[in-house]
C-alpha cells in the first residue's frame, strides 16, 4: 500500500496528521488504541469505475505487469483476480466490509465520502468533511488547486502513473462489460446496497 504522512497545526490548536494507507481502516481499533480521537476517512466509489480505471490503466501500460501478475489474464479473469480477499480491490473491500461487525462507537470514527460526490460537488462535500473533522472550512478554489510537484509511482512499479491537474473535473466514465459488471454486482451486493442503493 502507498501512503504518506503529512503533519500541521490546524486552527483548533492540534496536530492534525494525514496518512493515506489504506491498512488503517483493517486495524481501526488499534488505531484508536493508539489514539482515541483519531478519525478515518473513507474514500468509496462505484465499483465498476474502480476496475475499469484499474483496465484503462493496464491497457495503457500493457508492457508492465501488475504487482500481482495478472496481465496474463483475460479481462474477466483479472477482474475476479482484482476481486479476490487478498488483491487490490478485494483486500480494501473486505476492511470496509468488517465495519459492518464493529461497535458503534467506532463507526462513529469513520466517514465515507464518495468520489461521484468529490468531483461533482467539491466544495459542498468538503464542507460536510470539515464540518465532520470539527475544523473550521477553507476556501477552495476548484479551478487553481495547488498540486505537488509529483508523486512516488514506484509502489506499484510504476503501473499507476499520477497525473495531476490543477483543477477538479470528473473522469470519463469508463466502459465496463455486461458480464464483469454482473460479476462485480453479484460478489459485491453488500456494498452496492450499502452504498449505492438505487443503482
Given amino acids: 500500500m502507498q501512503g504518506f504522512l503529512h503533519g500541521w497545526y490546524g486552527d483548533c490548536g492540534k496536530a492534525i496528521v494525514i496518512d493515506k494507507n489504506r491498512a488503517w481502516l483493517h486495524c481501526i481499533e488499534l488505531l484508536l488504541h493508539l489514539d482515541p480521537k483519531a478519525r478515518i476517512l473513507v474514500p468509496i466509489r462505484d ?60 463507526k462513529d470514527r469513520l466517514y465515507f465520502i464518495k468520489f461521484e460526490d468529490l468531483v461533482a460537488k467539491p466544495v459542498e ?6 464540518s465532520w473533522l470539527e475544523l473550521s472550512p477553507h476556501k477552495i478554489d476548484i479551478e487553481n488547486l495547488t498540486v505537488r510537484a509529483h508523486e512516488s509511482d ?20 469508463h466502459e465496463v462489460p455486461l458480464r464483469i459488471q454482473n460479476l462485480i454486482a453479484k460478489a459485491c451486493k453488500w456494498y452496492n446496497d450499502w452504498f449505492y442503493p438505487t443503482q
Fill in 125 to 130: 462535500t468538503m464542507l460536510r468533511i470539515y
Fill in 47 to 106: 465499483l465498476n469505475q474502480i476496475y475499469g480505471s484499474i483496465e484503462a490503466q493496464h491497457q495503457k501500460s500493457i508492457l508492465v505487469d501488475f504487482i500481482d501478475h495478472l496481465a496474463d489474464y483475460d479481462r474477466l479473469g483479472r477482474a475476479d483476480k482484482l476481486f479476490a480477499q487478498d488483491k487490490s480491490i478485494g483486500a480494501p473491500l473486505l476492511s470496509i466490509q468488517a465495519v459492518l461487525d464493529l461497535p458503534q462507537a467506532v
Fill in 154 to 173: 514506484s509502489h506499484y512499479r510504476y503501473k499507476y502513473i499520477h497525473r495531476q491537474q490543477g483543477r477538479i473535473s470528473a473522469p470519463a466514465p
